[in-house]
């Protein structure tokens, strides 16, 4: 309600169950209201029986993309427990509808659902590029590895069309700028000429996220992401191209896919992978209601115990959003996985072995010449 009292549905609605809005090939099943509005939608039978019938065979949600005007293409953080300060992020949602994805509630901030709308409606940066550029050629700028793609999947879908990933990368190719790119997709294969060419000079690091090696659980998990094993596929072919790449096995949820945890690894180490991490699943704001209407429809048997487990990880919670802690969770439970974890990446190998993001160059950075300037520059070298 506008004045801030609770929500309520009208007298006797409450009887009529409410109809799933799930779509085919959606992660999410719910649109959940934005947080920052004070008033709510509520969809309820008025007593003509209705309902059920206007939400049975809904059609697909087509995915529709709208420009994004910002003034900027750097993100910058001083979180300290992520290993980056800057990040560029060609696009804001994700069509891979991933149920789990921490970035969700940032959909809000646009006056978006986290849910739906989070996986169907995208916004795109047109000139991302270009606004990146602007930003490198300032005054005093200091080189640090940039984040692609740290909020929402550089190659998801729609970059096979719109190729500004491709850009961005041309872009610090150009500037000899160091990058490191985590993605669920197979799509960054198709900018192996240029990772290649970035990696024997230590300037870029690719890691690919798996979370299941279970192509059903995928499915249901992460529908429009590639398939575990294209994903592995994909690690073997740039590590045999000489670009580095590491696993990132996440989230691990409890009494979901963490036990599949050493497989993960196992397999990723033996396609080639340098390195490897994993984090806790994160529920934060509109995550907890998704996720638990997401086990409801897929895992009803268990969905009680996977939350109790995780609640063991967050102190009685479903989450807990303090630094240091929010990504690998506290008590036995996460402890063991951490163990698990560690020994698992010291038996295969995967300890860092690639160097890491710290390893890149940083100083080869380098502000070319804008166009325009550079046939002036080579003319007056003739001299």
């Known amino acids: 309600m506008p004045d801030g009292t609770p929500h309520r549905l009208p007298p006797g609605s409450e009887a009529f169950a409410m109809p799933s809005p799930a779509r085919k090939g959606r992660g999410a099943g719910l649109n959940p209201p934005i947080r920052f509005e004070s008033s709510a939608r509520h969809a309820f039978d008025d007593g003509w029986g209705t309902l059920e019938a206007a939400f049975a065979d809904l059609p697909p949600l087509p995915t529709t993309l709208t420009p994004d005007k910002s003034k900027s293409a750097l993100a910058w953080n001083d979180s300290p427990d992520i290993g980056f300060d800057r990040a560029v992020n060609p696009y804001r949602g994700c069509e891979h509808g991933c149920v789990y994805c921490y970035a969700r509630p940032s959909h809000a901030y646009l006056g978006l659902s986290p ?188 969905a009680a115990r996977v939350l109790s487990l995780i609640r063991q990880t967050r102190g009685g919670a ?8 929010r990504q690998k969770g506290t008590g036995a439970y996460a402890d063991l996985l951490a163990q698990r974890f560690a020994i698992a990446a010291r038996r295969l190998g995967l300890e860092r072995r690639g160097g890491g993001v710290a390893a890149l160059d940083c100083s080869r950075f380098r502000v070319p010449p804008a166009e325009g300037r550079a046939a002036q520059t080579a003319q007056l070298a003739l001299f």
Not at 259 to 276: V, Y
Not at 318 to 325: A, K, N, Q, V, W
């Open 115 to 302: 849910g739906l709308d989070f996986e169907t409606r995208l916004l795109f940066k047109p000139d991302v590029a270009a606004l990146l550029e602007k930003e490198l050629r300032k005054p005093g700028y200091v080189a640090r590895p940039i984040a692609l793609g740290s909020n929402t999947d550089p190659y998801q879908p729609v970059e096979r069309t719109l190729k500004l990933t491709r850009a961005v990368l041309e872009l610090l190719d150009r500037f000899e700028h160091p990058v490191t790119i985590v993605t669920k997709s197979a799509g960054v294969l198709r900018d192996m000429d240029i990772l290649g060419a970035m990696a024997k000079r230590n300037l870029v690091r690719v890691c690919l996220s798996v979370t299941t090696l279970d192509p059903r659980l995928a499915r249901i998990m992460e529908p429009r992401a590639a398939t575990p094993e294209r994903r592995i596929a994909a690690i073997r072919q740039l590590a045999d191209a000489g670009i580095p790449t590491a696993v990132l096995a996440a989230p691990m949820i409890p009494g979901v896919n963490d036990a599949e945890l050493e497989s993960i690894l196992e397999r990723c180490a033996a396609a080639g992978a340098g390195s490897a991490g994993y984090v806790l699943l994160r529920l934060p704001h509109e995550i907890k209601q998704l996720f638990e209407d997401w086990l409801a429809r897929h895992m009803p048997e268990r």
């Open 318 to 325: 479903l989450y807990d959003s303090r630094f240091g802690i």
